[in-house]
T-cell receptor, first 117, second 111 residues
């Protein structure tokens, strides 16, 4: 069964304390892996797309990496404003009982990050 | 202004009532989606549309219907709302690079 698992569920960091969030996946035919940031009561905001193992993307204090089984979102010297839930999603080949067209999106349940001042 | 706009942002309705959530987008994307988000379950696909004439069920379409009135407009209806449809609903669009962009969300509470 296709699956996306994020860990940890929640993470508390001190300001400036670097860490990594994990998104592991088991899917057929990965087409892309996406990272989003979601603030409470808001819609997910797109951060990165990764397409192949070894690829890396950076934006300010965030860096996303991808292997054949997982992706990491590295947060360097985080600030309180980085507090949010971070979601990952994979786009993969749909099952024969397709519900999303040729490809489907599977979302993880997110990591809730709290950065303390 | 948001590229994907949802109305209403918050709604409380009674069991059995019909409720419509509306979505409009200015991104010019053909593909539009409705998702619901529940704590611990992640985002789940309700319906999607690749163009005005193409509507498809997602993984949890029972109890919902949609209408694609124009390229920019995609509405979600609950014909007879029930309490377990209480959730945060998101409209989304997808670009040619397969990135999904979400609206701000509509909180729906069914009492």
């Amino acid at each position: 069964e296709d699956q996306v698992t994020q860990s940890p569920e929640a993470l508390r960091l001190q300001e400036g304390e670097s860490s990594s969030l994990n998104c592991s996946y088991t899917v057929s035919g990965l087409r892309g892996l996406f990272w989003y940031r979601q603030d409470p009561g808001k819609g997910p905001e797109f951060l990165f797309t990764l397409y192949s193992a070894g690829e890396e993307k950076e934006k300010e204090r965030l860096k996303a990496t991808l292997t054949k089984k997982e992706s990491f979102l590295h947060i360097t010297a985080p600030k309180p404003e980085d507090s949010a839930t971070y979601l990952c999603a994979v786009q993969a080949l749909a099952d024969t009982d397709t519900t999303s067209g040729t490809y489907k999106y599977i979302f993880g349940t997110g990591t809730r990050l709290k950065v303390l001042a | 202004d948001a590229d994907v706009t949802q109305t209403p942002r918050n709604r409380i309705t009674k069991t059995g009532k019909r409720i419509m959530l509306e979505c409009s987008q200015t991104k010019g994307h053909d593909r539009m989606y409705w998702y619901r988000q529940d704590p611990g379950l992640g985002l789940r696909l309700i319906y999607y549309s690749f163009d005005v004439k193409d509507i498809n069920k997602g993984e949890i379409s029972d109890g919902y219907s949609v209408s694609r009135q124009a390229q920019a407009k995609f509405s979600l209806s609950l014909e007879s709302a029930i309490p377990n449809q209480t959730a945060l609903y998101f409209c989304a669009t997808r670009d040619s690079g397969n990135t999904i962009y979400f609206g701000e969300g509509s909180w729906l509470t069914v009492v």
